[in-house]
Structures are given as structure tokens and as C-alpha cells.
């Protein structure tokens, strides 16, 4: 999740250098993005140690397919909004991938120890499995889609993604500086407006 930042930032360092405002972006009609909260938090919860070690961990593979199609459903509502459609492509993919995988997204052992995770490259060389996902492998299903690309080395913190991570990213940076930037239309009343009108006539 950390990994958007990378997108969010610039997204915002533009929105404000073309003189865009929070507040437009803020004021966009989104459909039901409390459920994308749910799914963040979700993912969060289910790929936590505590849970992941507790008599519900059975219940962490699915928990991260049903935020996966939680956030799905958010892009859907929300189609036509600038920058979603990509978005909500990048969801898809890596939704596909980790179904085809048992519910992990796959990733090289030899990528995570490059980005400075050891540990974790070594539990799933064992044929474990952890936050990451599960180990890239020959018999891995369609391993263009998983976490084959590596951030450089110039990345303060580096990660490995997918490219529906790309996607996200991409779709993520359009959506918000198209926000920031769109203003209401000219006119148009605040939540609450035309109910003070009524009432000072």
C-alpha cells in the first residue's frame, strides 16, 4: 500500500503547481468510497502477523481476495470518472493473478532480498508463504502479471510491484490531479444551499 505514495505525492506536488485545490477534489460526487476504506483496512488486518497467527488465519487468503474485489466494485461505481477506468484495470490484474495462485500475488525470493527483505526471500524459497505473496517460480500462472519489476536503487525505500500496481499508480495520479483541478460547475449550490433559499423566501 505504501508503494502508491509514490504517485499520491507528485499527484498532489502537481495538482498544486497548476494552481488545483483539495477542496475540488474533495467535492467530487465518488461513489461509495467507504468501501474502500473497508477494503484497506481489510487487507491490513488479514495480512497482519497477529492475524495471520490466530485461529482466523485461515481466513487471510480470502480476506485479501474480497478487499481486492471490495475496491473492484468501488472502481466500478465510479467508471467514468478520469483515470478510474485504468485504475480499476490494474485492480483486475492483480485480482486475476492471485486467484490463479492460490490468493498470493508472486514475487522473486531474489527481488526481496535486493529491496532488503532476506527473511522473508528465505520463507518462501522454503515454500512459505508471508506478506509478500508466494514464490515466483516455473509453475507459477501467468507470471507477467506478478511482482516482477523492482523499484531502482535511487528510491529511498524500495519495493517490488506488478504491473497492475503500475496501473493503480497511474490511474491513481490522473484521478487526483484531474480533481484538484476540475472546479463545481459555475452555479452550483453547496450541500444545503437551495434548502436556505427556500427558507429565506
Given at each position: 500500500m505504501f508503494f502508491f505514495a509514490y504517485f499520491i505525492i507528485p499527484a498532489?506536488?502537481?495538482?498544486?503547481?497548476?494552481?488545483?485545490?483539495?477542496?475540488?477534489?474533495?467535492?467530487?460526487?465518488?461513489?461509495?468510497?467507504?468501501?474502500a476504506l473497508i477494503a484497506v483496512v481489510l487487507r491490513f488486518t488479514v495480512l497482519s502477523s497477529a492475524f495471520v497467527n490466530s485461529p482466523l488465519g485461515y481466513l487471510s487468503v480470502p480476506g485479501q481476495i474480497l478487499s481486492f474485489i471490495l475496491l473492484l466494485i468501488v472502481a466500478l461505481l465510479n467508471f467514468s470518472t478520469p483515470g478510474m477506468p485504468i485504475l480499476g484495470l490494474g485492480i483486475l490484474l492483480n485480482l486475476v493473478v492471485m486467484v490463479a495462485n492460490g490468493g498470493y500475488m508472486p514475487v522473486s525470493p531474489d527481488d526481496l532480498v535486493e529491496i532488503g527483505h532476506p527473511r522473508q526471500a528465505e520463507i518462501l524459497r522454503a515454500g512459505g508463504t508471508d506478506f509478500y505473496g508466494i514464490a515466483l517460480t516455473e509453475q507459477t500462472r501467468l507470471p507477467f502479471l506478478a511482482d516482477i519489476f523492482v523499484l531502482p536503487r535511487f528510491f529511498p525505500i524500495r519495493y517490488v510491484f506488478s504491473l497492475g500496481d503500475a496501473l493503480i499508480g497511474i490511474g491513481l495520479v490522473i484521478i487526483i490531479v484531474w480533481g484538484m483541478l476540475t472546479k463545481p460547475p459555475a452555479g452550483s449550490e453547496p450541500a444545503g444551499g437551495s434548502d436556505k433559499i427556500i427558507r429565506e423566501a
Open positions: 498532489l506536488l502537481i495538482g498544486f503547481l497548476l494552481r488545483g485545490s483539495l477542496l475540488n477534489l474533495a467535492d467530487k460526487p465518488f461513489r461509495c468510497l467507504w468501501l
